[in-house]
């Protein structure tokens, strides 16, 4: 896949949390639409996203959603957007939100951003440029602790635990919340969604658990180590504060 190319290419944006730990910062605005600097960290995402030549996105929406579909028909109009609303976004997490996408998906590849993270645009080319079909972008310079997806890998440098719940210790670094993810495994891993979201105790689980899934049927996820590439996944306020100073 090149960057110019990639019509096929689709990207899918998980938007529809309430930023409950960034407040009072989201209390009348989605998080996705805060600014850091002149531009908000959407537009920042979006442009990134154009720079690759990706021309179709797909949105999964709940809290303030009306916000997020205004910004994008008034700022980005001739891009092909989808917008979906997770009805329930207050009760269930991301591994619900992504179910949702299936339909505009149906058997395409696609890059996953969750809508909270702000990143160089080179992670972006580098991950469309890896030869790996199914590939979380991982950080290995970072102080791990409880929040952070943490990412263990085998000897073969594939993913075996992608979850908030691995010990430190035995992680190589942080997953940031952007991943490519095959038209093959596109297939599957919605199958494996609907099949858990069937079961009400899984509304709270994060996609990584659909991720997990799939590496214990045997499908293949490897990591792009994007390590001194500039990021920031903004859950607090004083990551909004890094993010401005990085940024």
Excluded at 66 to 75: A, L
Excluded at 108 to 122: G, H, L, N, R, T
Excluded at 176 to 201: Q, R, Y
Aim: glycine share 4%; hydrophobic share 40%; aromatic share 8%.
């Amino acid at each position: 896949m090149t960057t110019n190319s990639n019509n096929k290419l689709k990207a899918i944006i998980l938007a529809a949390g309430v930023g409950s730990r960034i407040r009072p910062l989201t209390d009348n605005c989605p998080k996705s639409l805060l600014k850091i600097g002149d531009h908000t960290i959407l537009e920042m995402m979006i442009s990134n996203v154009m720079k690759c030549g990706i021309n179709e996105v797909v949105f999964i929406l709940g809290y303030l959603e009306d916000n997020i579909k205004e910004f994008m028909n008034e700022n980005f109009p001739d891009l092909n957007v989808h917008f979906v609303t997770n009805e329930f976004y207050t009760e269930t997490n991301t591994g619900y939100s992504l179910m949702l996408a299936e339909e505009f998906v149906k058997e395409s590849s696609f890059i996953k951003f969750d809508a909270d993270v702000v990143f160089d645009v080179e992670i972006l080319k580098n991950l469309i440029a890896s030869e790996y079909e199914n590939c979380l972008c991982v950080d290995k310079n970072i102080n791990l602790d409880a929040e952070e997806i943490k990412i263990i890998v085998n000897k073969n440098n594939h993913v075996i635990k992608a979850s908030k719940d691995v010990n430190p210790k035995d992680a190589i670094g942080e997953s940031i919340g952007i991943e490519k993810i095959s038209n093959d495994t596109a297939k599957v891993l919605f199958l494996e969604l609907n099949e858990m979201m069937k079961d009400k105790k899984n509304h709270q689980e994060y996609y990584e658990a659909g991720y997990e899934r799939l590496i214990d049927k045997n499908v293949v996820f490897n990591t792009l180590d994007i390590t001194g590439l500039k990021w920031i996944e903004i859950d607090t306020l004083d990551d909004f504060a890094t993010a401005e100073s990085i940024f």
